[in-house]
């Protein structure tokens, strides 16, 4: 999983042809500081890659593999692992597309399989689109799902790391009136335990973690909710009886702006909207997905396809640049 140079290999999955992915990894893959700590290589398409090139910005060669262990990581060249057929005439650039999405969901699963084998050190998942993925066949959709699903994981957490501030979710992608029901005792604290224990492969091992509460002002004994004192409260004691750092619960609308007061590492926020719109405005633009739970570090970038944007060459990179190196400087579980 490391070229002969010591560099982690890196795989990428490919990303829906019709959006900005292939463009953003092209340009990532230029990057000098991309390739000091990684050595990037794409698992998917020649011919999207090919089409893509003169988007990148910057003098690039591709270069086919045939297995993982033959890439060297060597500047200015884009070392692609082929895989399957993709009719390219059908994935026309800004649209949703059945057969874009086929590809780029099995170019995800690829990737991951050679991260199960060991044969690269970490996986980055590029944008894919969800309706696209759903049309060409595809069960999971959400890059969460989809990694678990491939991985084999029973459990799993999203956690969106910025350049200081980090942040978790109980809840992800469900409608606002199910949340409730959804942050038990038993829930909380099982994503409390698998956060702590996936922060290790970004190199956190002993992380500060600050549980958001989820009712107007905690709760306020009761009196605009009961979850605070029911479940989510026990749960941060369930923790910190097992040795966690934990703090909280703690009120949602203060918790972002006393996260360097209280010495957080990161935020468990109970649901999506919350969480997230807490953390982009400290960390907007420098975000990486990480999937925690898994055997083995699988990432993102905190975007889409940005089908608006496709083929036009003005995608910014930054987020998957992060994200590479980000899984290049990962630890594995095994």
Partial sequence: MYTLTGKPIVAISNGDPSGIGP????????????????????????????????????????????????ATGEAGTVEILPFDRLDLSQCPRGEVSAEAGRYSGLSIAKAIELGMAGTVHSVVVSPNNKRAMKNGGHEHTGFE???RHYTGAKRSI?????????????????PLRQVADICTRERVFGQIKVLKESLAMVGLNDPVIGVSGLNPHNGEHGLMGTEEMTDIGPACDD????????????SADTVFVDIDKLGLDIVLSMYHDHGNSGIKILEFGHLVNFIGGLPIPVFTVSHGTAFDIAGKGIAGSTNMELSIIAAAKSIRAH
């Fill in 158 to 174: 999203q956690i969106l790391m910025g350049r200081k501030y980090n942040l978790a979710r109980v809840t992800n992608h469900v």
């Fill in 145 to 147: 799902e989809i990694s």
């Fill in 23 to 70: 463009e953003i990894t092209l340009k990532a893959l230029a990057k000098a500081e991309v390739r000091d700590v990684a050595a990037p290589i794409v698992v998917g398409s020649p011919d999207v890659f090919e089409r893509d090139l003169t988007l990148a910005g910057a003098p690039l060669k591709i270069r086919l593999l045939e297995k993982p262990a033959d």
């Fill in 239 to 250: 923790a910190r009886a097992e040795g966690l750092r934990v703090i909280g619960p703690i």
